[in-house]
């Protein structure tokens, strides 16, 4: 069985492939779909200012008074219209025209770039990688969700014809998420399931200790039974050359299933265990255990008997659900502020703005991301523009400063050669480039 199939690698090529179309650019066509980009900004920032300047003139907020069904009386802003707009300030004057030609620059700007062969060359490319790149994730999911339906049929399929050949208390695993349809069976001859939760208690006098919280750590279920030789005379359904789960019930050595069941644990692949396979063919009631989300956390097989085709195995599961981990850190503040690890703390590298730059290039050259420059400096639309005196408003941090302790581990991680001489700032500089 396996998961990497002909028609699997096939697919998944097409996914990155459309991706790496991405990077295909050129240098000249990846800077002007940038500008067009920032050329749109402006247009778009600049008509929302005017627009909000044109609001203030054409509406004002009062306050209403209302009781609600409690009887509380609550006090909102209600946004009304003027009856004849208001005349604009000279300061709104001055900003309307400041915004209208800002507009109108950038929409020249636009319009002239659009019209260059080498920007309708960038872009129709760029729209092809996209519209590619959408079919073949689409196509790749598609694929894996029918995958996914396939396997989760076969394991059924296993089931039924392992209880008409068996007919004994028995059990079943496979993956949750299964592909290959992969099922690993066993008798099952005992079956216990584990609760525990650690309660916070405080000592008192003169009486028994008090608790004031109670969290639920775990809940392990344990498996002990005995892995048989498969050796079906008959197959379930025929085979085919790429078949992703060999054809019917395979002949498989209880050493075989033992080395499935030790992938599973050494992967960490999340199991269904279901116990009571004897419902699914004329409701007998036998072991009844049925749980998704486990995961093995200790596999022990037995040789005490000398038997051929036999293997005593015991099963520990822990249930819990997958999440997605994110790491945070927590540190004290230094003087400047700043949290830290541990140590002193390294600044973050700030720049000056210069004319071409975009914070797609920055977050490339920095090793770091768009959206995590305007959570450090705000939006593009206003630190990336000059004001009237032609100086842009702000300087942008473009790396996550650290400290000591998180640099030594940065120093090891990125292999930075240091010398005795090196001082602390000296490096982050260097790990900043």
């Known amino acids: 069985m396996t998961v990497y199939t002909k028609t699997w690698k096939k ?3 097409a996914v990155t492939d459309s991706k790496n179309a991405y990077e295909s650019l050129s240098a000249t066509q990846t800077k002007q779909i940038s500008q067009a980009k920032n050329y ?3 247009i778009t920032t600049a008509q929302s200012n005017i627009q909000a300047i044109n609001d203030s003139l054409a509406y ?4 209403e008074k209302t009781k609600g069904k409690n009887g509380k009386t609550t006090t909102k802003k209600v946004k009304v219209k003027r009856k004849t707009p208001a005349k604009p300030s000279k300061t709104q004057q001055a900003k309307l025209a400041e915004y209208q030609a800002q ?5 020249s700007k636009l319009s002239t770039l659009k019209k260059s062969p080498s920007y309708k060359k960038a872009s129709s490319k760029l729209k092809k990688a996209k519209s590619t790149a959408k079919q073949s994730k689409a196509a790749y999911d598609k694929y894996m969700k029918k995958r996914h339906a396939t396997a989760l049929k076969r394991v059924a399929q296993q089931r039924q014809e392992n209880y008409k050949r068996f007919m004994a208390p028995h059990a079943s695993l496979h993956a949750t998420n ?5 099922e690993v069976f066993l008798f099952a001859t005992d079956e216990s399931e584990t609760n525990d939760s650690t309660a916070t208690t405080y000592p008192i006098d003169k ?17 002990n039974g005995y892995l048989y030789d498969q050796k079906a005379v008959k197959r379930l359904w025929s085979g085919t050359k790429d078949d ?25 692949t999340e199991l269904v265990y279901k116990s009571n396979a004897a419902n699914d063919v004329g409701k007998r009631v036998m072991n009844k255990i049925y749980y998704k989300h486990l995961f093995m956390t200790n596999l022990t097989k037995t040789l005490d008997a000398p038997l051929l085709g036999m ?22 503040k230094n003087n400047k502020g700043k949290k830290t690890t541990g140590g002193k703390y390294v600044g973050a590298k700030y720049i000056t703005v210069k004319k071409g730059m975009t914070y797609w290039g920055l977050a490339k050259k920095y090793g770091t991301t768009v959206a995590q420059l305007r959570k450090w400096n705000g939006s593009e639309k206003v630190t990336m523009y000059p004001g009237k005196n032609g100086k842009y408003p702000v300087k942008l941090r473009v790396t996550q400063g650290m400290s000591t302790a998180a640099l030594s581990k940065s120093l090891v991680k990125n292999k930075v050669s240091t010398s005795a001489a090196s001082t602390l700032s000296k490096i982050a500089k260097q790990l900043s480039k």
């Open 11 to 13: 697919k998944k090529k």
């Open 178 to 182: 299964s592909l290959t349809g992969l």
């Open 311 to 332: 293997m005593k195995i015991s099963m520990t599961f822990q249930f819990a659900y997958k999440a997605k981990v994110t790491t945070t850190s927590k540190g004290t």
């Open 60 to 63: 004002y907020y009062k306050s």
């Open 244 to 268: 992703v789960s060999g054809s019917g019930l395979p002949k498989k050595s209880c050493r075989q299933q033992y080395n499935n069941l030790k992938k599973w644990q050494f992967d960490g």
């Open 103 to 107: 507009a109108k620059s950038a929409s």
């Open 40 to 42: 749109q900004a402006t």
């Open 207 to 223: 009486d028994d200790p008090v608790v004031d919280h109670v969290q639920r750590t775990a809940k392990t279920i344990t498996i």
